[in-house]
């Protein structure tokens, strides 16, 4: 099992990728804005919702 704090990072390094490429993406005419802006907010939440899970999990733990 991988560890959530890996899980964070890995989801935080997609998001930085996401940013840096999907922009490009729009302007190639590649992918729709409204589709990039969705995506990259989709992953944020899935972010968040690790990040919550930690804190419980980790207060659980006290």
Same mark, same amino acid.
Not at 15 to 39: L, S
């Given at each position: =099992?991988?560890?959530?704090?890996?899980?964070?990072?890995?989801?935080?390094?997609?998001?930085? =990728?996401?940013?840096?490429?999907?922009?490009?993406?729009? =302007?190639?005419?590649?992918?729709?804005?409204?589709?990039?802006?969705?995506?990259?907010?989709?992953?944020?939440?899935?972010?968040?919702?690790?990040?919550?899970?930690?804190?419980?999990?980790?207060?659980?733990?006290?």
């Amino acid at each position: =099992m991988i560890p959530v704090a890996e899980q964070i990072r890995c989801v935080e390094r997609e998001i930085r =990728m996401r940013k840096r490429v999907y922009p490009r993406r729009v =302007m190639r005419w590649a992918m729709r804005a409204e589709t990039a802006r969705q995506e990259i907010a989709a992953m944020e939440a899935v972010a968040e919702s690790l990040r919550e899970y930690e804190g419980l999990v980790g207060e659980r733990l006290l």
